[in-house]
């Protein structure tokens, strides 16, 4: 018996250290039980409902219309977020001013504030008699209870994975390149845009895809401020809540199925970037 | 002569400005950008919180606090909490541990998974529960035959809580512990310590301040979480309704006053996270993990 274990194991005898089979095996365990579990039963959940009728719970208009919302929407305040993210964390490096510290601690708010607390908070504040709302009825421009009320929560959810991936790698530029590059003839604006920004491309992409993959999911903030009118402001995650509570397992699985790949996909994406920034390092 | 001393003063004028430094314009520019885009998106609602909570006064504030229903919710979210963290703090050391003290195949596809959860939709993270305890899961059925209660009951809340705060003294502890290396255990290893005695003496004061820093962020994320405990608490109110659920509820009904003095103790708990958080970075950057050094 012991031969056969010692064959099996045979890195064993490598690890000085004791506790191998213990941490190691006790991490396998509870992540298959915690996540890889679970989440295969709504892996498999296509394969038990026949794929005909997963892709007839899909491809209602009402489903469609809230994929394309939460996942167009979420395109778009990721690429909002990238820019501001840019601006605040260059002003965050680069710049000396008096509640830097302040400042700083306050990005990461929309980690820490629960969502359900934001959504309510977006929504009376853009609700059309609420502070910003009022502001913008004058001009006839309505955000709660419309796809726009979906951007901005989404705005506010992924603000901080932009600007907290790009921030560390910008802090670590070494100032001498932006000088050899001044030497060199380059004007102010030809060095941020062909040495700086080409320097932060591979964080710029990682945090926007966290912030897609965070916004796309999200669903706390979104669902007050959203309105949830269907097929115009429905997100899918809302959609796989109502189906749920009207006992359409099948309905619900699809849609969750469709975010779940979303997800994997998004995860694939970000260890890819992740790779690449590595080789350029 | 007018040309020459233009074109000297105004080459002094620019070699007082370093090449790597920006004009005043653009830096007003884009400060007067970070600070407007932060206070109109970040800090309004927070003040609006506030504002809202205290409208009744100090009076009403403590009414809505010590209506049963609430303290209920509130006792709720802290035990999920404090079941849901402590696991996730044991799970965090030991995948730590075992990632950073050993070599072994296939480690980085398994911190990709560790980290998995934080991709997931927090309403996908409910529907898997659902879809394995739930009456049409798997386990549904049976779990019914002998009276046990997953769904809209305490354990699937406390199931949920552990799913979204799966990685977060994970991915903590595992960038921490890959950077300080092996040398320290190995040399206490050597000297005849056990592994528990090498792992308290040694390991544990060299991480103490990561540790924290994960458990702070899981914890708070912990009594945060809404949308995956939303699909699994049944909405039972004063039974199964946590903090950020109560919150739900009282808008919901229209009462925006006990909505917002829910949301305010969220809120003072999500300042305090980041009050700690701000502090363990700036205090001890050195002990956290590489991409918290600001």
């Not at chain 1, 007839?56 to 809230?66: F, G, M, Q």
């Not at chain 1, 209870?145 to 600007?163: D, E, H, N």
């Not at chain 1, 007050?224 to 009118?229: D, Q």
Request: aromatic share 10%.
């Amino acid at each position: 018996m012991s031969a056969i274990g010692l064959k099996l194991f045979p890195l064993r005898s490598r690890h000085v250290l004791p506790g191998f089979r213990l941490s190691l095996g006790f991490t396998l365990f509870y992540l298959a039980g915690i996540v890889l579990v679970p989440l295969l039963a709504l892996l498999i959940r296509p394969v038990e409902l026949g794929f005909g009728g997963f892709a007839d719970a899909i491809s209602t208009p009402r489903v469609l219309a809230s994929l394309r919302l939460s996942f167009g929407t979420a395109l778009a305040a990721a690429v909002i977020d990238s820019g501001f993210g840019l601006i605040i964390a260059w002003v965050l490096v680069r710049y000396r001013f008096p509640g830097k510290g302040l400042l700083d601690a306050v990005i990461d708010l929309p980690f820490a504030l629960p969502t359900a607390v934001a959504g309510i908070a977006l929504s009376t504040l853009y609700a059309p008699n609420g502070w910003v709302g009022s502001l913008l009825a004058e001009y006839g421009i309505r955000v709660a209870y419309t796809p726009w009320g979906v951007l901005v929560a989404m705005v506010f959810i992924a603000l901080p994975f932009t600007v907290r991936t790009v921030q560390p790698v910008m802090a670590e530029l070494g100032l001498e390149v932006e000088e050899a590059a001044a030497t060199l003839g380059a004007t102010r604006i030809q060095t941020i845009a062909r040495v700086v920004i080409p320097m932060l491309g591979p964080a710029v992409l990682t945090g926007m895809a966290m912030a897609f993959a965070r916004a796309a999911g999200e669903y706390g903030s979104i669902i007050f401020i959203a309105g949830n009118i269907p097929a115009v402001s429905e997100i899918a995650p809302l959609l796989i809540v109502t189906k749920l509570e009207q006992y359409d397992y099948a309905g619900a699985s699809a849609i969750g199925v469709v975010m779940l790949a979303a997800s994997f996909v998004m995860l694939l994406a970000l260890n890819g970037l992740q790779s690449w920034a590595a080789k350029r390092r | 002569m007018t040309n020459f001393s233009n074109g000297r003063s105004g080459s002094r004028r620019r070699s007082f400005l370093k090449p790597t430094e920006d004009p005043l314009w653009l830096k007003l520019l884009l400060g007067a950008v970070t600070i407007g885009f932060i206070a109109i998106l970040l800090l309004l609602p927070l003040a609006l919180v506030f504002k809202e909570a205290l409208a009744g006064g100090l009076g009403g504030f403590w009414k809505s606090i010590t209506e049963p229903d609430a303290l209920a919710s509130v006792r709720l979210s802290l035990i999920a909490a404090a079941i849901a963290v402590p696991l996730n703090t044991v799970f965090g050391i030991a995948a730590a541990w075992a990632i950073a003290k050993y070599d072994f195949r296939g480690k980085t596809f398994l911190v990709t998974l560790i980290d998995l959860p934080f991709s997931v939709s927090p309403v996908v993270a409910g529907l898997i529960y659902v879809l394995v305890f739930g009456m049409q899961g798997w386990l549904g059925p049976t779990l019914a035959d002998h009276d046990i209660h997953i769904l809209f009951a305490l354990p699937g809340i406390v199931l949920v809580t552990v799913f979204v705060t799966f990685p977060f003294v994970a991915r903590e502890l595992i960038p921490l512990m890959v950077d300080q290396g092996r040398d320290e255990e190995e040399a206490a290893a050597t000297l005849g310590a056990t592994g528990f005695q090498t792992f308290l003496r040694v390991t544990l004061p060299n991480i103490k301040w990561g540790l924290l820093y994960g458990i702070l962020l899981c914890n708070a994320r912990a009594l945060g979480e809404f949308g995956a405990v939303s699909v699994v608490s049944g909405h039972i109110r004063g039974v199964t309704n946590t903090m950020p659920l109560h919150v739900q509820l009282l808008y919901d009904n229209y009462d925006y006053a006990g909505a917002f003095t829910v949301a305010a103790l969220l809120a003072m708990l999500a300042l305090v996270t980041l009050a700690l958080k701000s502090l363990l970075e700036w205090r001890y950057a050195d002990e956290l993990a590489a991409a918290h050094r600001h």
